[in-house]
Each structure stands twice: as C-alpha cells, then as structure tokens.
C-alpha cells in the first residue's frame, strides 16, 4: 500500500463533482478550508497550553537545585 497517486485523487475529485455539482463544489471548498483552519488553530492552541504547562516545571526543578538554570541551559555549558 503505497500513498494517494494522481488517479485516485481526480477519481476523488470526479466523486465529489457528481455528489455536490459545479455550482456547489466551491461552497464545499470553503467550508473545508474554513474547518481544516480551525482543526489548526484548536492544535496550535493545546500545544500551546502543553508548552506552558511543562514551563513552571522546569523552572522550580531548576530553582530547588539552586543553580537557577534551566536543563537546556546546563547542558549548553
């Protein structure tokens, strides 16, 4: 099993043609954009909430052993 090729894709494309008509498909595009950009954002912003979650972490690690450092920067010294 090898990944997507250009026939399948225009099958794809000739699939959703007859489903949604001319008239309809850049309605269906657009809203796939519209969904497909807030998939995005909903990601960027729990990565985000990851990133600031481990962020006090590191720093008490670090300010317990007294050296005010983080990990990052011990190892780049």
């Known amino acids: 099993m090898g990944s997507i090729g250009f026939s399948e894709i225009l099958l794809i494309f000739l699939v959703i ?3 949604f008509g001319a008239k309809k498909l850049p309605e269906v595009a ?3 954009g519209q969904a497909l ?3 995005r954002k909903a990601a960027r912003e729990v990565e985000d909430v990851a990133r600031i979650e481990d962020e006090p972490s590191t720093l008490k690690s670090s300010q317990e052993e007294g050296t005010g450092e983080t990990p990052e920067e011990r190892k780049a010294s």
Request: positive net charge.
């Open 30 to 32: 657009r809203g796939m």
């Open 17 to 19: 043609l007859l489903l």
């Open 37 to 39: 950009r807030e998939f």
